[in-house]
């Protein structure tokens, strides 16, 4: 089974719908990511957080919002999508080891809003 | 501010030439420098990284990265090419002492011709 998952793989949207993008993990990791990937632009951070208590923006976070509901939960809400958030979302872990973090990936979620 | 630049969005190289694939970070303190690779289809996985331990790297499938500090780059090469190496590949530079936080490069697609 995979370490990181994500749910949906796959969605197609309107312009202002509200969309949540789910992301688990198995791997025990107290840090997770939300990055989006856009063609020639390679991955934006758009959320992340340190722990259940520790939720931080990162470079792009207008127009999104998360949740952290335990360790192992972390999510992704577009509370009115548009067609420029139309992009591909991985989901990423890491954890607190006092070493060089390794950034785990979940397999991407495509959205497209139409 | 860390930045990296990826000089060539796509590389096309013959089965069994060598890969080299540009990087050039900027970073006003000592950076934490990664490659990154995605195959169609699926989310990122570690290649290799650059810890400060040695500045000859080696990763996995056979890729290393030599850190050159004078010439703030950090290319990728492999001697070989083989097809299952056509992926898409990021560089990416920590932004922190912890490396949580990753600044990703625009990546370069890799393409292997028979």
């Known amino acids: 089974d995979a370490d990181v998952t994500q749910t949906p793989r796959n969605r197609i949207t309107k312009t202002g719908k509200r969309i949540m993008l789910e992301c688990s993990q198995t791997k025990g990791h107290d840090r997770m990511y939300w990055y989006r990937q856009d063609p020639g632009l390679g991955l934006r951070l758009i959320y992340y957080s340190f722990d259940v208590k520790d939720i931080n923006k990162g470079e792009i976070s207008d127009g999104y919002s998360v949740s952290r509901q335990a360790q192992a939960k972390f999510s992704l809400s577009l509370e009115s999508a548009i067609p420029n958030q139309t992009a591909l979302y991985f989901c990423a872990t890491s954890e607190t080891s006092g070493s060089l973090d390794t950034q785990y990936f979940g397999p991407g979620t495509r959205l497209t809003v139409l | 501010a860390q930045s990296v630049t990826q000089l060539g969005s796509h590389v096309s190289v013959s089965e069994g030439a060598l890969v080299l694939l540009r990087c050039n970070y900027s970073?006003?303190?000592?950076?934490?420098l990664f490659w990154y690779v995605q195959y169609p289809n699926q989310g990122l996985q570690l290649l290799l990284k650059?810890?400060?331990?040695?500045?000859l790297v080696k990763g996995i499938n056979g890729f290393e990265a030599e850190f050159k500090k004078s010439e703030t780059s950090f290319h990728l090469t492999k001697p070989s090419a083989h097809m299952s190496d056509a992926a898409e590949y990021f560089c990416?530079?920590?932004?922190?002492?912890?490396?949580?936080?990753?600044?990703f490069g625009s990546g370069t697609r890799l393409s292997i011709r028979p």
């Open positions: 970073s006003s303190v000592p950076p934490y």
């Open positions: 990416a530079v920590s932004v922190d002492s912890s490396a949580s936080k990753i600044i």
């Open positions: 650059y810890t400060s331990a040695a500045t």
